[in-house]
């Protein structure tokens, strides 16, 4: 499931829910049913059986949605007859309800947050959606449950959870321009699938606006029956495999079912030593009684998976036998190696309810997806009704691998580009202009974007704003780029600039010269950089800016600062290379769904030499055949850091592009990793 950093930032400063953390769990107590399996064929029929509800009118637009949510155990009333269907939607809910829609998954290893409670009603739900990246808690630790959502959060929270998917180019709303950046891509998506139908009133979204329970129910009931094909898709063939164990041919054409319907592998436990009608008898003290009774016992398996390691998603079958799986399931499980995969139960029995308790600790740092019991004969429809429901993990593709291995999603080592949270792609190498003036400015941003370089760093305070706007002008009239085609970022400095904010904003874009900005930062933490953000959010609504960004902010800076502002960073830059590694500093800014770049990548200017010598680099470089510096950039990448070298030689320049022909090995990413010498370059 991706992740859904942004929000924390934009919710923070959001006023607490009406609602009461009381009144919120009475909301929002269990349902009686489980959600599993949203089942959109059934949406009609039962949606259109009466509300128990005495706020809900069968006639009232949301009657219907509200009904399929209750019924279908996504959403409960506030009391045991009122829905409060008008009533403000908080975090805790939204995160209840589509814990339930995707079949309450339990949750391991779960985020803490400080303002919940464990056991809570909400506990899980938060738990899973945290987890999943669904919806994030804040900087701060908390994770605002009672706090309310606005629309386009709704939107987006929901968006992320059904994967997100690819919208429209545009939203048929007339307020479009008022919806957040991070939330354009989600509120197409959500207008295009008919999604908003309940939310807009002609054509009007408003965005900003919190959302109640009863849009909320609606937005959901549309999700589920307008998208069924855009809801995760189950993991492909290859990736998955079935295993199940029957003795009784019972569970066995559960079990093919779902390797059809998942295009998975199939597996049969074969017991060593097979049961007989005797063995199963019970209460007889037969073989299978004594073996549930003990705890222990661990029948033998014939046979093996020997490439196990090629699943990720397993998919367990058995019967229930006195309430428990067989002991044979626990052999199973014992023999492998399952961390970091995906368990997911289905058991059959008559009349015994579901059962994983007693193995899912014989599965050290599996994902558990809690399972489903199923009575014999069941069909294959009600298998693939629940398949579809699970919230599997997405299958890997050859772009993900090359992106897992950086470590950083969205981060694609194959397209050399990130997408920002801010919906927008952005190069992972670029040119620094750093100390670049005049006809050499203009030169060396040329010669880039010759070389193919799409990425270009300036700064106010570089004061080349000027050269780097003519050499893209110039480039563009000789045909070697569009302006759409590369990415600019520039900086505002702290003192005046930052104190009369607007004025050295629409200054920038003056110098620059090139209709927007793609990416502008605040310089440095000043005492006005609040004020200064704030003003660039409103170049970012009026689209004279794109995407915005911070320099030289840490933790400390970051946590202070993020819960001000409305529009999340999109990326932070600070210095960054062997010498000066920022450890700690990168892996949390990341997993906030911030991009990390890295300035002075060789030392800085002045500074290379000793760097660009080290016997470390050096040697690594040898065994490529590549330059120290390009093993340095190389190794920012696969840190998931963006590079903005500084160069004026056009020889460099290309190098510093020639980056992705090679691949550094983990012993040599440690090799470099151990050269941290904290020695920072530019101390602010
Ligand atoms: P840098 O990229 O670490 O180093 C630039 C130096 O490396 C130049 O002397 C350059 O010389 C040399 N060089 C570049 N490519 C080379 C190669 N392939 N082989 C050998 N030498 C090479 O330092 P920087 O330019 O100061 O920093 C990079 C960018 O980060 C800046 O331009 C700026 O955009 C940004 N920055 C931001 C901040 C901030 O506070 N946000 C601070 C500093 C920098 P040649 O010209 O001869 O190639």
Request: proline share 5%.
């Amino acid at each position: 499931m991706k992740r859904l950093k942004f929000l924390s930032f934009s919710m923070a400063a959001c006023i607490v829910c009406l609602l009461t953390m009381t009144s919120c769990s009475a909301a929002e107590v269990p349902a009686a049913s489980g959600g599993a399996g949203m089942d959109s064929a059934k949406l009609t029929s039962e949606a259109q059986s009466a509300s128990t509800f005495s706020d809900v009118p069968s006639g009232a637009w949301y009657a219907e949605a509200i009904n399929y949510c209750q019924q279908h155990g996504i959403m409960s009333g506030t009391t045991a007859t009122t829905f409060a269907p008008e009533a403000t939607l908080t975090r805790a809910m939204l995160a209840t309800a589509l814990h339930r829609m995707s079949g309450t998954p339990a949750v391991s290893d779960a985020p803490v947050f400080s303002d919940t409670v464990a056991g809570f009603w909400y506990s899980d739900a938060l738990s899973w959606a945290a987890k999943n990246g669904i919806i994030s808690g804040y900087g701060d630790g908390t994770f605002g449950v009672n706090d309310p959502t606005t629309r386009e959060q709704a939107v987006t929270i929901l968006w992320r959870y059904a994967g997100e998917p690819e919208g429209a180019t545009a939203a048929d709303i007339s307020d479009a321009a008022l919806v957040s950046t991070w939330a354009k891509a989600a509120v197409r998506w959500a207008n295009a699938n008919g999604i908003l139908e309940g939310i807009t009133n002609n054509r009007r979204f408003d965005p900003k606006t919190n959302i109640k329970r009863g849009e909320v129910a609606s937005m959901l009931y549309h999700y589920l029956s307008n998208t069924t094909s855009s809801q995760p898709e189950p993991a492909a063939g290859g990736r998955t495999l079935v295993a199940y164990f029957s003795a009784t041919n019972t569970t066995r054409p559960l079990a093919e079912y779902a390797a059809d319907i998942l295009n998975a592998d199939l597996y049969e436990l074969v017991p060593e030593v097979p049961y007989t009608d005797a063995d199963l008898a019970y209460y007889t003290n037969g073989r299978a009684d004594r073996e549930q009774n003990d705890s222990t016992a661990r029948p033998a398996i014939s046979g093996n998976v020997e490439n196990m390691a090629d699943y990720d998603v397993i998919f367990l079958g058995y019967p229930i036998w006195h309430g428990q799986p067989p002991r044979i399931i626990s052999t199973f499980l014992e023999r492998y190696d399952f961390a970091g995969k995906t368990i997911v139960p289905f058991c059959t029995s008559h009349s015994s309810g579901y059962s994983d308790s007693s193995i899912k600790s014989l599965a050290p740092g599996a994902n558990w997806i809690t399972g489903r019991r199923f009575a014999g004969g069941t069909s294959r429809s009600t298998m693939e009704e629940w398949i579809n429901g699970l919230a599997l993990p997405q299958p890997e593709t050859a772009v993900d691998a090359v992106t897992s291995a950086t470590g950083k999603a969205g981060f694609n080592l194959e397209t050399k580009s990130v997408t920002l949270n801010s919906g927008y792609e952005m190069p992972i190498n670029g040119l620094g202009t750093y100390s670049l003036h005049g006809e050499t400015c203009v030169n060396s941003v040329k010669s880039a974007l010759a070389s193919g370089v799409r990425l270009i760093d300036t700064a106010s305070a570089y004061g080349n704003e000027e050269e780097v706007g003519q050499a893209i002008r110039e480039a563009i009239d000789e045909g070697t780029i569009k302006r759409e085609d590369v990415f600019v970022i520039t900086k505002i400095y702290p003192g005046s600039e930052m104190a009369n904010p607007e004025q050295s904003i629409q200054a920038c874009l003056d110098r620059l010269d090139i209709d927007y900005v793609d990416m502008m930062l605040l310089h440095h933490p000043d005492r006005n950089d609040v004020k200064a953000y704030q003003a660039m959010e409103k170049f970012v609504e009026e689209g004279k800016i794109r995407s915005l960004g911070l320099s030289n902010w840490y933790v400390r800076e970051l946590e202070s600062f993020l819960p001000q502002v409305t529009i999340p960073p999109a990326l932070v830059q600070n210095e960054i290379h062997p010498y000066y590694q920022e450890n700690d500093v990168i892996p949390y800014i990341q997993d906030l769904g911030i991009v990390v770049q890295g300035s002075y990548p060789l030392g800085g200017r002045g500074h290379t030499a000793e760097l660009l010598g080290d016997e470390v680099i050096s040697r690594i470089a040898k065994a490529h055949g590549v330059s120290s510096a390009q093993v340095i950039l190389r190794w920012n990448l696969q840190k998931g850091v963006v590079v903005i070298p500084g160069s004026s030689n056009p020889d460099h320049i290309k190098e510093n592009t020639e980056l992705y022909g090679f691949q550094l090995t983990d012993a040599e990413m440690a090799q470099i990793n151990a050269l941290d010498r904290n020695e920072k370059d530019d101390w602010y």
